[in-house]
């Protein structure tokens, strides 16, 4: 059993650490992403979608407005182009999220390789929770707890989206409804949960400054927001 | 009538046009130090723009969240955040209060 003490303790380490993540997420933050899915399967199947096609379409994209973006323009008929697009500023939100993420991780870790992978299962949650207890664990062990956290609220938010493609047309408008304000609400509150003072400030701009932007530019208005309420968020609570 | 477009042509140039934004933080964020004012700038920017894109989903949403009223979605976070600042940031049970106050306010009132 000892005869190559080394490389076992390396990979058994990557696959605890994966381990670890893949049980912390298998609870509130998966069902979250597992009801947000709910929603979009439904949506997806009142458009007549192939169930194939809609688990193809979220475990690609794995950004709900993103997804309900193409779903939407795609039953309106919109062009290619438009679609294509309307997806990329919907989800552009992806582009600060990975620029934060990724500096946590130790570029020496085995699995440091399989980052281009591991992003895929970035989502508001496995990101908000990482950034919260990056700083609780050592650098080597979180790209795995990442991957494995993401990967559980991606297994459960695929097994979402079937539960609603087959549930479409079946569950009440009123709890159809609270089902989608539930995934809004959740992040809200666990936003709030920060303790960081400039990122409170920004959370509080952001909140601020979104919907009249949105109403400004429903395309520009999201990144806009963020520069915007960002670096106020982080000039004004700055600590000397 | 033109054609319909073909459905996975649309999700491969979906996707393409998602993960380029995840492609592109991996390969910038090699540039920045984590310990550096740059990545505390750009962390305050990820959360404004998370931050307003929930309340833009709150106040002005799309789909069927549009069917229920503001006022309806306001008072339920309303008493989302009493509850959350009462029991010292439990955001658990502010989702869970919230979710059943507006699932209340919308399935009784007119």
């Known amino acids: 059993m000892s005869l190559s003490p080394e490389p076992v303790e390396i990979s058994s380490t990557s696959a605890t650490h994966i381990i670890r993540g893949a049980k912390a997420g298998m609870s509130v933050p998966a069902f979250m992403v597992f009801v947000g899915m709910i929603g ?11 169930l194939f096609a809609t688990l193809l379409t979220g475990a690609g994209i794995y950004g709900l407005p993103g997804q309900v973006a193409m779903l939407e323009l795609y039953a309106t008929g919109a062009s290619l182009l438009v679609i294509t697009i309307a997806v990329a500023m919907a989800n552009m939100r992806f582009l600060p999220m990975s620029v934060v993420l990724m500096p946590l991780f130790d570029p020496a870790d085995k699995l440091y390789r399989w980052r281009f992978l591991s992003v895929q299962v970035m989502s508001i949650n496995s990101w908000t929770h990482m950034l919260q207890v990056a700083s609780d664990m050592p650098k080597s062990a979180r790209l795995g707890f990442f991957t494995g956290f ?65 109403q400004f530019s429903p395309d520009w208005g999201l990144p806009l927001c963020g520069l915007i309420a960002g670096t106020s968020g982080y000039l004004l609570c700055r600590k000397k | 009538m033109t054609d319909p477009l073909n459905i996975y042509l649309v999700i491969l140039c979906a996707v393409a046009a998602t993960y380029i934004w995840r492609l592109a933080g991996v390969l910038l964020a090699k540039k920045i130090d984590p310990e550096g004012e740059v990545f505390i700038w750009l962390g305050c920017v990820a959360y404004a723009l998370l931050a307003g894109l929930m309340a833009r989903v709150m106040i002005y949403p799309v789909g069927m969240l549009a069917e229920s009223s503001l006022l309806d979605r306001l008072l339920a976070m309303a008493a989302g955040f009493a509850l959350f600042i009462l029991l010292k940031r439990n955001f658990m049970a502010a989702t869970m209060v919230s979710t059943v106050c507006f699932y209340l306010l919308f399935r009784f009132t007119p």
């Open chain 1, 150 to 214: 993401g990967l559980s609220c991606f297994t459960l938010g695929m097994c979402g989206a079937v539960t609603g493609w087959l549930l479409a047309g079946t569950l009440s408008v009123e709890m159809t409804v609270a089902l989608i304000f539930l995934n809004p609400a959740y992040f809200i509150f666990l936003f709030c949960c920060n303790r960081n003072i400039n990122v409170l400030c920004s959370l509080a701009l952001g909140a601020l400054l979104g919907p009249p932007l949105y």
């Open chain 1, 40 to 50: 979009f399967g439904s949506l997806a199947k009142s458009q007549g979608v192939s």
